[in-house]
Nanobody, 114 residues
Framework: QVQLVESGGGLVQPGGSLRLSCVVS????????MGWYRQVPGKQRELVAR???????NYADSVKGRFTISRDNAKKTVYLQMNSLKPEDTAVYYC????????WGKGTLVTVSS
């Protein structure tokens, strides 16, 4: 079963913005921390941002000040607002639960290029 569905990726020029969404099909959602990850060919998947059940957040240094993670528990959805995008942000972006991760979804491709 597909439990994580990412969307919102696309092609954007440097300096542009995108908003990614991740819909989680779990019956229970609000008690779990959620994270956004990204991966490029030849590199391991890296944690970009995370949000805990209480609403606190953490960000990788590379995206701090540019990305914002948020969640809507009623919609069982996690968002990643990405501003001031750089070419090095190009990657496939994935979401997952932090402490007890599910099978990875297909992700959504973000390409930052002129």
């Amino acid at each position: 079963q597909v439990q994580l569905v990412e969307s919102g990726g696309g092609l954007v020029q440097p300096g542009g913005s995108l908003r990614l969404s991740c819909v989680v099909s779990r019956r229970v959602f609000s008690i779990y921390g959620m994270g956004w990850y990204r991966q490029v060919p030849g590199k391991q998947r890296e944690l970009v941002a995370r949000i805990f059940s209480g609403g606190s957040t953490n960000y990788a240094d590379s995206v701090k000040g540019r990305f914002t993670i948020s969640r809507d528990n009623a919609k069982k959805t996690v968002y990643l607002q990405m501003n001031s995008l750089k070419p090095e942000d190009t990657a496939v972006y994935y979401c997952n639960m932090i402490e007890t991760p599910l099978t990875w979804g297909k992700g959504t491709l973000v390409t930052v290029s002129s």
